[in-house]
């Protein structure tokens, strides 16, 4: 059974930080470009961090670009997100994504979600 399961949420003060983990489980983790996306109340969800599938890439959205670190560790089946400086308008639930084309076959997979707050 496949899984993706988010950790590491919560509230924290603006200019705090935040670590979370995703552990992904069931599929063949190291052929999988991971990402982590996030999903504000009345926004459309959006791309915030992306790691090719070992690690060698990262791209990240203008507004956590410096900020926010992605990675992964693929003995552990594990993807991360290095959150600081941490401002009120990073308030979201981060979603973990894993994506895998090959010969026209697409598979894509989410976790559940994993709510940040960032509020003084």
């Known amino acids: 059974q496949v899984q993706l399961v988010e950790s590491g949420g919560g509230l924290v003060q603006p200019g705090g930080s935040l670590r979370l983990s995703c552990a992904a489980s069931g599929f063949t983790f190291s052929s999988y470009a991971m990402s982590w996306y996030r999903q504000a109340p009345g926004k459309e969800r959006e791309l915030v961090a992306a790691?090719?599938?070992?690690?060698?890439?990262?791209n990240y959205a203008d507004s956590v670009n410096g900020r926010f670190t992605i990675s992964r560790d693929n003995a552990k089946k594990t993807v991360y997100l290095q959150m600081n400086s941490l401002k009120p308008e990073d308030t979201a639930v981060y979603y973990c994504?894993?994506?895998?084309?090959?010969?026209?076959?697409?598979?894509?997979?989410w976790g559940q979600g994993t709510q940040v707050t960032v509020s003084s």
């Open positions: 790691i090719t599938t070992a690690g060698g890439s990262t």
């Open positions: 994504n894993a994506k895998r084309q090959r010969f026209g076959l697409l598979d894509t997979y």
